[in-house]
């Protein structure tokens, strides 16, 4: 059973940082680890990507340049550093993680739940203004 660990949720002001961090119990060397958010009454939305198999990223416009995805191998661990957070980011994130999948040439591009395998329980997110 491949379980998925959320950690580092909370509450900010707007313009603050966060870091959610994703221990996975999943071996496979090569497949796609992301980040997911759901706002109440929203539907759930991919904001970042990481390909295992290069470190190759990719993000929703929602949150690039603010937002910044990456792993350490070594500890079979996925983060999400969120920078410059706004009041519109408060949501409950999910880390994921699915067999590669490819979106207009983009390894683990434009992230879906219906290409997702694993889901971790969610860590809430809060911005205040």
């Known amino acids: 059973q491949v379980q998925l660990v959320e950690s580092g949720g909370g509450s900010v002001q707007a313009g603050g940082s966060l870091r959610l961090s994703c221990s996975s119990s999943?071996?496979?060397?090569?497949?796609?680890m992301a980040w997911f958010r759901q706002a109440p009454g929203k539907e759930r939305e991919g904001v970042a990507a990481i390909y295992t198999g290069d470190s190759s990223t990719n993000y929703a416009d929602s949150v690039k340049g603010r937002f910044t995805i990456s792993e350490d191998n070594a500890k079979n661990t996925v983060y999400l550093q969120m920078n410059s957070l706004k009041p519109e980011d408060t949501a409950v994130y999910y880390c994921?993680?699915?067999?590669?999948?490819?979106?207009?040439?983009?390894?683990?591009?434009?992230?879906?739940?219906?290409?997702?395998?694993?889901w971790g329980k969610g860590s809430l997110v809060t911005v205040s203004s």
């Open positions: 994921a993680a699915g067999r590669s999948w490819l979106v207009a040439g983009t390894v683990c591009g434009s992230p879906s739940p219906n290409v997702i395998e694993y």
């Open positions: 999943w071996t496979l060397p090569s497949k796609c």
